[in-house]
């Protein structure tokens, strides 16, 4: 055991001092032979390595086991961030933009059923998807890289973005199909006087 410790050290020691060694360009034939310097920060290095004690039985598979899982959440998230561009809800803002009391979108017949229309309350862009008495309002712009989703498509009792495919159940804005992650905001709406008002749900 006290051999196999003793090994390790030494390892440890080779590696750091090589280390240096390896990342130098080739040096001039004039200088090789010749001892060059270490580096305090490698000699420091050194030194507190050679005095770890090598790794306990049983802790090499579980240190594997450690960096294997590490890798894979590596992977997975730049996958997601840089192959699905899962990143950032885009619709982050939408509660501080919406109106906190009821805000009148026009007319209802204004809104044609079955077709998703573009309409603004103050500063949050909206689109209403009206079917029959009940009309759906959702954020605009898509929560997973701002496609409008007023030029989306209905499928199913859900929004689909023209952009990347997202699809947002109306009823609630849940993620019935990625590459969103964060639900669409979905505004609370009612039809009074023939008029659609909308507001920021559970305000007031
Ligand atoms: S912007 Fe990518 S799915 Fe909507």
């Known amino acids: 055991m006290k051999n196999g410790l003793g090994a ?3 390892r440890h020691h080779a590696l750091l001092s090589q280390g240096p060694t390896a990342l130098r360009p080739a040096a001039p034939a004039a200088t090789e032979g010749r001892r060059r310097p270490r580096s305090p920060v490698t000699v420091g290095l050194t030194a507190t390595l050679a005095r770890l004690p090598g790794p306990a039985p049983g802790h090499t598979p579980l240190g594997l086991a450690g960096a294997t899982a590490v890798s894979a959440a590596a992977a997975l998230g730049g996958h997601l961030a840089y192959r699905q561009a899962a990143g ?20 209802v017949e204004d809104f044609p059923e079955g077709k998703p229309v573009r309409a ?6 909206v689109v209403v998807v009206r079917e029959g008495d009940r009309c759906h309002v959702l954020a605009e712009r898509c929560a997973h890289l701002s496609g409008r989703l007023s030029e ?8 689909r973005c023209p952009w990347h495919g997202s699809t947002f159940r109306l009823r609630d804005g849940e993620v019935v199909h990625g590459p969103a992650t964060a639900p669409q905001p979905v505004m609370e709406a009612r039809v009074l006087s023939g008029h659609l008002e909308i507001r920021l749900p559970a305000a007031g």
Not at 120 to 125: K, M
């Open 8 to 10: 390790a050290r030494r």
């Open 88 to 107: 950032p809800d885009r619709a982050a803002a939408v509660p501080r933009l919406a109106p906190a009391d009821w805000v009148s979108l026009g007319a």
């Open 120 to 125: 603004t309350a103050g500063e949050l862009a």
């Open 152 to 159: 989306g498509s209905l499928v199913e009792g859900c929004l």
